[in-house]
């Protein structure tokens, strides 16, 4: 739901934070009309907190560029490299 809503948001408050993203195969079932190659949408997760949060590599899914956020955030791309597998580049 956060993938679809373009933005990630995270509450670090309790501590730090690590977000994973969905796996590869249920990004690829969640989004079916997005071709292998193709660029989805950017999207910004931001620390809301004094704590650390960091935005994950997963399954299938390859950080591109550095996941850790600061209260501004970050913004990302999100783009599908074969059927399953997706990287997540870091754009600002």
Same mark, same amino acid.
């Given at each position: 739901?956060?993938?679809?809503?373009?933005?990630?948001?995270?509450?670090?408050?309790?501590?730090?934070?690590?977000?994973?993203?969905? @796996?590869? $195969? #249920?990004?690829?079932?969640?989004?079916?009309? &997005?071709?292998?190659? %193709?660029? +989805?949408?950017?999207?910004?997760?931001?620390?809301?907190?004094?704590? @650390?949060? $960091? #935005?994950?590599?997963?399954?299938?899914?390859? &950080?591109?560029?550095? %996941?850790? +956020?600061?209260?501004?955030?970050?913004?990302?791309?999100?783009?599908? @490299?074969?059927?399953?597998?997706?990287?997540?580049?870091?754009?600002?």
């Amino acid at each position: 739901a956060q993938h679809r809503g373009q933005q990630a948001s995270q509450d670090a408050s309790g501590g730090n934070v690590t977000m994973p993203p969905l @796996t590869g $195969t #249920l990004l690829a079932a969640a989004l079916p009309d &997005l071709p292998t190659g %193709g660029f +989805l949408f950017l999207f910004c997760a931001s620390n809301h907190a004094t704590n @650390t949060s $960091t #935005l994950s590599g997963g399954v299938d899914v390859t &950080l591109v560029g550095s %996941g850790a +956020l600061t209260q501004t955030g970050g913004t990302f791309i999100l783009r599908k @490299t074969a059927a399953t597998t997706f990287d997540l580049v870091r754009v600002g």
